[in-house]
């Protein structure tokens, strides 16, 4: 039972270079999201998707992207790093809308 | 705006009863959820409720009164083990499934 899987789990990178991070579920959910969370701070939406194909923005998607091209997997790409997106990044799915929201052991990122 | 708050911190002793408190003001709401997360790890789900009253999973409740925009977690028989972060969190959107999260309450377990 994997659940939630992120890839890579750490990564630093230096300012301006790129990334995808993946997030991959194994659950069938159609639902999933994309959170940072930052020291002290809960988590923060970032985009999110409520069936394949589909995306929509959280509450901070500034600088980032997504797709979901495949039901069970869900990227969120740096198209350009900047030291203020060193966070750590969470993946999460659900069922349905009304359903607890599973977690991804999260992917450690640093921007130098 | 958008707004849940919780206490920071909270300290207690082993065996003893803990509540944390939420108080949120969201532009919708379906719900009131909490999650528990250890040492920056994945969050994991404790408790939901969508509508008024009290839920109990276990060693854990959760009470929720929409009108006061107010719900609280319970934590009773206190082991070493529930020290960690617990995230209240607002299900804003009812077919987007989207939470928002409060920054969270740090239990410190006490022997």
């Known amino acids: 039972n994997a659940g939630v899987t992120q890839t890579p789990k750490f990564r630093v990178l230096k300012t301006g270079q790129s990334m995808t991070l993946l997030c991959a579920q194994d659950?069938?959910?159609?639902?999933m999201y994309w959170y940072r969370q930052d020291p002290g701070m809960g988590l923060r939406l970032i985009h999110y998707?409520?069936?394949?194909?589909?995306?929509a923005k959280g509450e901070v998607p500034d600088g980032y992207n997504v797709s979901r091209l495949k039901k069970q997997n869900f990227l969120l790409g740096l198209e350009s790093a900047a030291p203020s997106q060193t966070s750590v990044y969470f993946c999460?799915?659900?069922?349905?809308?009304?359903?607890?929201?599973?977690f991804g052991d999260g992917t450690r990122l640093s921007i130098l | 705006g958008q707004s849940l708050e919780q206490p920071s911190e909270v300290t207690a002793v082993e065996g003893a009863i803990v509540q944390i408190n939420c108080t949120y003001q969201?532009?919708?709401?379906?719900?009131l959820s909490w999650y528990q997360q250890h040492d920056g790890g994945a969050p994991t789900f404790l408790s939901y409720?969508?509508?008024?009253g009290l839920e109990e999973t276990g060693r854990f409740s959760s009470f929720l009164s929409r009108s006061d925009s107010y719900g609280y977690l319970l934590l009773q028989e206190l082991q070493m083990k529930d020290s960690a972060s617990y995230f209240c969190?607002?299900?804003?959107?009812?077919?987007?499934?989207?939470?928002?999260f409060g920054q969270g309450t740090t239990l410190q377990v006490k022997p």
């Open positions: 999460a799915s659900r069922e349905e809308s009304n359903q607890p929201q599973h």
């Open positions: 659950m069938n959910h159609e639902y």
């Open positions: 998707s409520v069936g394949e194909g589909t995306t």
């Open positions: 969201t532009s919708g709401f379906y719900g």
């Open positions: 409720n969508a509508l008024d």
């Open positions: 969190a607002v299900r804003e959107g009812g077919n987007t499934g989207k939470l928002i």
